[in-house]
Nanobody, 131 residues
């Protein structure tokens, strides 16, 4: 059974930093595994949106709104996904979710534009940025 568990959220002032982690259980994503991982976020009253994604070869994708501020990375040996968030803004406030592509599907290009590309989701970790 696949389980994704996020951690690292919290409350920070604008300009601050946070590092989110997502521990994967029952799911591995080493090089050549064909599995993509992503971070999405959802603010109250808004649709869930992609933030960053990373492919099996480590290639990253970012939403325009976070380029240059956020960095996605993964530790395949530890089965953990990370999101380093710097220069945080109040508009980054949201629940952040970790996502993973399906085990039976071979993911070649990670995407931040569609939730449908991901089969597994964590429960989220809250990030609040105050001005």
């Amino acid at each position: 059974q696949v389980q994704l568990v996020e951690s690292g959220g919290g409350s920070v002032q604008a300009g601050g930093s946070l590092r989110l982690s997502c521990a994967a259980f029952g799911y591995s994503f080493g090089f050549g595994s064909g599995r993509c991982l992503g971070w999405f976020r959802q603010a109250p009253g808004k649709e869930r949106e992609g933030v960053a994604a990373i492919g099996t070869d480590g290639s990253p994708r970012y939403a325009d709104s976070v380029k240059g501020r956020f960095t996605i990375s993964k530790d395949s040996a530890e089965n953990t996904l990370y999101l380093q968030m710097n220069a945080l803004k109040p508009e980054d406030t949201a629940m952040y979710y970790c996502a993973a592509s399906g085990i039976g599907a071979y993911c070649t290009v990670p995407t931040v534009t569609s939730t449908l590309a991901y089969a597994y989701w964590g429960r989220g970790t809250q990030v609040t940025v105050s001005s």
